[in-house]
C-alpha cells in the first residue's frame, strides 16, 4: 500500500468518525509542509515541528490565536525594577497528562537540559540572555550554574545578564518549554515515542506514522481542556504541494500551511477567500559553506548575489506572495535600521555587469566555469526558486547544478555541518525582535548553517546585548548586520517571506498573522 494512499485512508477515516453522531469527534486534518525531525522540544529546529510543538506542549507564556503573548504554564509573574530577575507563579493545579503536577523544578530541569551541551541543542543559544547561559553551552560552566531556580513548587525565578524586551515572548518558543522530568528519566531517549510521551499542553501524542501522519488528541488534564472544541488533530505531511491541493480540493485537508505559488491565480479562482495571503515575520534566504574554497571569498559570495534577480523570483516563482530581501532582518521591527547590501539600490543590469567584473577578475568565465551546487528541501516553489537562479547564473558562466533531499534530511545535514557548496534555508521570527535572526550568524550557533565567525559581529551582538538604553542597543544590533550581511554575507536574504496557506471555511477561529501562528486550541470545526 503506497504512503499516499494510506494518508488518504487516515484522513477519510477520521473525517467519516467525525460526522457520525455515534463518535461525535471533531477531527483537524493539517497538513503541515513536512515531518519533524524530532518531537523532543529542545531538538527540533523548524516551523514544521513547531506547529505540533505548540499543541503538545505548553511554556511559560504563549502566543494566542493573534499571535499576541498570553500566560501560558504561568498565570503570572513579577519583574524586578533592574529588569534581570522574572518569578514566575505557575498555573496552581495543573498536572502533566500523566497527572503528575507541573512543577518549577521540571523548568528548571528543562532549561538545564537545553543549555547542557550533551543535549546538542540546535536551539541552545536562543537562552542566552539568561545569566551562565553561553558558559554552561560552551562547556566553561555545568547545567545547575544556570540562572534558574526553583523557590518553591509552583515559583520559577529566572535571572538575566541584562534587560531584554523580548524575553516574554521569547518563552512562547518550544526551546523553553518544560519536560518532565520524572518521564526522561524514567524514559530515557525514548520518552519522545507515543504511550511514552508526557506533555502540559492542550494535546498528546497517540500516534507518529513518519511520511505518514502524527496524531494527537484532546488532553483531558489540560487546564482549559472545557474550550479546546477540536478533538483529534492529524498533522500530514504535504512536501508535495500540488497533491496537497487535490486533497483540499476533496476535503481530506481542512488546512495546509503552504501552497505551490505557481499556481495562485487557479488556486484563487477555485477556493476564493479559503487562500490566505499577507506579511510573514521571515527570510528566505540561501547559505555559502563560507570556510570551503571557493565561498570563503567574499568578492565571490557577493558577485553571485548581485547576480540574482529577486525581482523576477518574487514577481515570476512566487507570484507576489514574497518580497526581494537585500538584508536579513525583515522590516517591520519597531526601533530597529535594517541594514542592506550596498548594491540593494542598483538596477539588476548594473548588478549582473559589476558580477561579471569580479568573476572575471578571479579567473572564472567560459573556459573556467564556475561550479556551484544548490542544496534545496522538498518543495516545487524551493525547486523553481532555484532552477530560475540556476538560469540567471548561466550566463555569467556559473554551472549550477541542483540536489534535492527530504526536508528531514536537508536539515538534518546542515545542522551537523555536511559538506556543499550553497544551501537553501528559510527563517521565521520566533519572537518580533532582529536579534532572533542576527542570532544566526553568531560564532558557535546552532542554526548558524554557513559556519560564519567574526569578533566583530559577536562582540556588537553582545554590546547590544548589554545595552544600556533600547536604542544604544538597537544601534548595535543594526551595527551587527552591517557587518555579518551587507559586509560578508554569513547568509544570502533573498526574500522576505509572505504567508500563503489553504484554510477550509469549515474552520472558525483562524486568525491571520505576521507570526503565522495558529494553535489549534483556539479553532474549531464545523
Same mark, same amino acid.
Given at each position: 500500500m503506497n504512503m499516499n494512499f494510506k494518508s488518504w485512508l487516515v484522513g477519510t477515516t477520521m473525517l467519516v468518525m467525525g460526522t457520525t453522531g455515534a463518535f461525535a469527534e471533531v477531527v483537524f486534518n493539517r497538513g503541515n509542509s513536512a515531518d519533524p525531525e524530532s518531537l523532543d522540544p529542545h531538538k527540533t529546529s523548524t516551523v514544521y515541528e513547531a506547529h505540533i510543538l505548540r499543541d503538545l506542549f505548553m511554556g511559560l507564556t504563549i502566543h494566542n490565536a493573534k499571535a499576541e503573548v498570553e500566560p501560558g504554564a504561568a498565570e503570572s509573574w513579577t519583574i524586578s525594577p533592574d529588569g534581570k530577575v522574572y518569578t514566575f507563579k505557575l498555573r496552581a493545579g495543573a498536572t502533566w497528562s500523566d497527572g503528575s503536577p507541573v512543577t518549577a523544578n521540571d523548568f528548571v530541569f528543562s532549561w538545564q537540559r537545553i543549555c547542557d551541551p550533551a543535549t546538542a541543542a540546535e536551539y541552545a543559544y536562543m537562552l542566552a540572555p539568561v545569566m551562565n547561559a553561553e558558559d554552561v553551552?560552551?562547556?566553561?560552566?555545568?547545567?545547575?550554574?544556570?540562572?534558574?531556580? +526553583?523557590?518553591?513548587?509552583?515559583?520559577?525565578?529566572?535571572?538575566?545578564?541584562?534587560?531584554?524586551?523580548?524575553?516574554?515572548?521569547?518563552?512562547?518558543?518550544?526551546? %523553553?518549554?518544560?519536560?518532565?522530568?520524572?518521564?526522561?528519566?524514567? =524514559?530515557?531517549?525514548?520518552?519522545? =515515542?507515543p504511550g511514552n510521551l508526557v506533555s502540559n499542553g492542550a494535546y498528546t501524542l497517540a500516534e507518529f506514522v513518519p511520511n505518514d501522519h502524527v496524531k494527537a488528541v484532546k488532553n483531558p488534564k489540560f487546564y482549559d481542556a472545557a474550550n479546546v472544541k477540536i478533538d483529534v488533530v492529524n498533522y500530514i505531511p504535504t512536501e508535495d504541494r500540488s497533491t496537497a491541493m487535490k486533497r483540499f480540493e476533496a476535503g481530506e485537508l481542512d488546512s495546509n500551511d503552504d501552497i505551490p505559488t505557481e499556481q495562485l491565480t487557479d488556486l484563487k479562482a477555485k477556493f476564493g477567500d479559503q487562500v490566505h495571503l499577507g506579511p510573514y515575520l521571515g527570510t528566505y534566504y540561501y547559505v555559502y559553506k563560507i570556510n570551503k574554497a571557493p565561498w570563503n571569498d567574499?568578492?565571490?559570495?557577493?558577485?553571485i548575489s548581485q547576480a540574482i534577480d529577486r525581482d523576477y523570483l518574487a514577481e515570476k516563482v512566487w507570484q507576489n506572495t514574497m518580497i526581494p530581501a537585500y538584508s536579513f532582518v525583515p522590516p517591520g521591527i519597531s526601533g530597529y535600521e535594517t541594514r542592506t547590501t550596498e548594491y540593494a539600490e542598483m538596477s539588476q543590469i548594473d548588478r549582473e555587469d559589476a558580477a561579471k567584473k569580479v568573476l572575471a577578475d578571479l579567473g572564472y568565465g567560459p573556459d573556467k566555469p564556475l561550479k556551484m551546487e544548490i542544496r534545496y528541501n522538498t518543495s516545487e516553489n524551493h525547486k523553481n526558486t532555484a532552477v530560475a537562479i540556476?538560469? *540567471?547564473?548561466?550566463?555569467?558562466?556559473?554551472?549550477?547544478?541542483?540536489?534535492?533531499?527530504?526536508?528531514?534530511?536537508?536539515?538534518?545535514?546542515?545542522? *551537523?555541518?555536511?559538506?556543499?557548496?550553497?544551501?537553501?534555508?528559510?527563517?521565521?521570527?520566533?519572537? =518580533?525582535?532582529? /536579534?532572533?535572526?542576527?542570532?544566526?550568524?553568531?560564532?558557535?550557533?546552532?542554526?548558524?548553517?554557513?559556519?560564519?565567525?567574526?569578533?566583530?559581529?559577536?562582540?556588537?551582538? +553582545?554590546?547590544? +546585548?548589554?545595552?544600556? /538604553?533600547?536604542?544604544?542597543?538597537?544601534?548595535? !544590533?543594526?551595527? +551587527?548586520?552591517?557587518?555579518?550581511?551587507?559586509?560578508?554575507?554569513?547568509?544570502?536574504? !533573498?526574500?522576505?517571506?509572505?504567508?500563503?496557506?489553504?484554510?477550509? /471555511?469549515?474552520?472558525?477561529?483562524?486568525?491571520?498573522?505576521?507570526?503565522?501562528?495558529?494553535? %489549534?486550541?483556539?479553532? /474549531?470545526?464545523?
Open positions: 553551552t560552551a562547556g566553561k560552566k555545568k547545567p545547575d550554574e544556570l540562572g534558574v531556580k +526553583a523557590v518553591d513548587d509552583m515559583t520559577f525565578e529566572v535571572t538575566l545578564n541584562a534587560p531584554t524586551p523580548y524575553f516574554l515572548e521569547m518563552l512562547t518558543h518550544q526551546a %523553553t518549554y518544560p519536560v518532565s522530568k520524572a518521564n526522561v528519566e524514567a =524514559k530515557g531517549a525514548d520518552f519522545v =515515542k567574499v568578492k565571490l559570495r557577493h558577485a540556476q538560469e *540567471q547564473l548561466k550566463p555569467l558562466g556559473v554551472e549550477v547544478t541542483l540536489l534535492n533531499t527530504d526536508t528531514k534530511t536537508h536539515y538534518g545535514h546542515l545542522e *551537523q555541518h555536511g559538506d556543499f557548496d550553497v544551501a537553501r534555508a528559510g527563517w521565521i521570527a520566533d519572537y =518580533k525582535d532582529p /536579534s532572533n535572526f542576527l542570532d544566526l550568524c553568531k560564532t558557535g550557533a546552532g542554526n548558524n548553517y554557513s559556519e560564519y565567525s567574526s569578533k566583530e559581529y559577536d562582540d556588537f551582538l +553582545a554590546a547590544g +546585548a548589554a545595552a544600556a /538604553s533600547p536604542e544604544e542597543r538597537m544601534k548595535n !544590533l543594526s551595527d +551587527a548586520e552591517a557587518v555579518g550581511v551587507a559586509r560578508d554575507l554569513c547568509v544570502l536574504p !533573498l526574500l522576505y517571506y509572505g504567508f500563503h496557506t489553504v484554510v477550509s /471555511s469549515k474552520l472558525k477561529g483562524w486568525e491571520d498573522n505576521v507570526m503565522d501562528v495558529h494553535p %489549534t486550541r483556539f479553532l /474549531s470545526k464545523e
